[in-house]
């Protein structure tokens, strides 16, 4: 079991930086395939921001290239989401996510609480 839990959301102005963290806890050790940060905003599916793969390769959504960068701390056990010129569509709840390897095909996904992100315009 792995436990995450996300701490960094707020409220900031439209042009603002944000920078959420992710620790996780409990079976740190297992294999981990890949780490993201998804978002919901109301009304909306859940989509992905940001992924970082076991291999150290990184994907983006096309709406936060250039402005947020995912990275990870492996000694604290710690993804961060660095959010830079927000924009108020930016707004939602962001989630952190572990894809740990099960088998050679099957993962399970970990999630935490979530923490929210306001941008006023």
């Known amino acids: 079991q792995v436990q995450l839990v996300e701490s960094g959301g707020g409220l900031v102005q439209a042009g603002g930086s944000l920078r959420l963290s992710c620790a996780a806890s409990?079976?740190?050790?297992?294999?981990?395939?890949?780490m993201g940060w998804y978002r919901q905003s109301p009304g909306k599916q859940r989509e992905l921001v940001a992924v970082r793969t076991s291999d150290g390769s990184t994907n983006y959504a096309d709406s936060v290239k250039g402005r947020f960068t995912i990275s990870r701390d492996n000694a604290k056990s710690t993804v961060y989401l660095e959010m830079n010129n927000l924009k108020p569509e930016d707004t939602a709840v962001y989630y952190c996510n572990y894809k740990v390897q099960i088998t050679t095909f099957m993962t399970s996904d970990y999630w935490g609480q979530g923490t929210q992100v306001t941008v006023s315009s």
């Open positions: 409990g079976s740190t050790s297992v294999s981990i395939n890949s």
